[in-house]
């Protein structure tokens, strides 16, 4: 049976992705950073799967009081940009989409100011990417993370990965396809 390894720094994600992979793949997981001496010791696996956002490797930081602040503040600003969409009953639907869609990136701006205060960033993520692929270059590499971006597609494939996978957006069959496709011939 294939061997997999996922990465991730949430054990509530850890679970779920265990109970995606079920007996599809002999699984292993590695709660980052607490569990990464486990990446390069064992056997070496078929493929990797890892959440892009990560804490570095000291784990996550505490926010400070102005980090919670500034989050609150966004939250509320983004909040009420949502409750004001239909309140303007004048507002032709185009326009109101435009709007949403406005909301949409502020609510991604506040997003950012909280993975920031915990110190999570892609930029953690890639340079893990980076540290297996120089120990294991052949082993394919997927990202599979709630928080990915078009932007960040893009920067991974660029890094080395086979895929980047949105966590929740897909059903259980479709991640397990994207999985099979990622190990390429090794599918088979």
């Known amino acids: 049976m294939r061997r997999l390894v996922f990465i991730d720094d949430d054990e509530t994600e850890l679970k779920a992705f265990r109970d995606i992979v079920g007996d599809s793949y002999q699984h292993d997981t590695v709660h980052w950073p607490k569990e990464s001496a486990k990446l390069f010791g064992g056997p070496k696996p078929d493929i990797f799967v890892s959440d892009l956002y990560l804490p570095s490797s000291e784990g996550d930081r505490t926010p400070t009081d102005n980090d919670r602040q500034a989050a609150a503040k966004a939250a509320e600003a983004v909040g009420n940009k949502f409750l004001g969409l239909y309140a303007e009953s004048a507002i032709d639907d185009k326009a109101r989409l435009q709007k949403t869609m ?3 990136g502020e609510t991604y ?3 950012k100011l909280q993975w920031t ?3 999570q960033s892609p930029d ?3 340079a893990l990417l980076g540290r297996i692929k120089a120990q294991y270059p052949d082993v394919p590499f997927v ?3 709630r928080k990915i971006t078009p932007e960040d597609v893009i920067r991974v494939l660029k890094a080395g990965a086979v895929d980047a996978i949105r966590k929740g ?14 190990l390429g011939p090794l599918a088979t």
């Open 109 to 111: 701006e506040m997003l």
């Open 143 to 145: 990202f599979y993370s």
């Open 117 to 119: 205060a915990l110190g």
């Open 169 to 182: 957006a897909l059903e259980k069959e479709d991640v397990l396809a994207r999985l099979e496709a990622a």
């Open 124 to 126: 953690n993520g890639v």
């Open 102 to 104: 406005k909301a949409i």
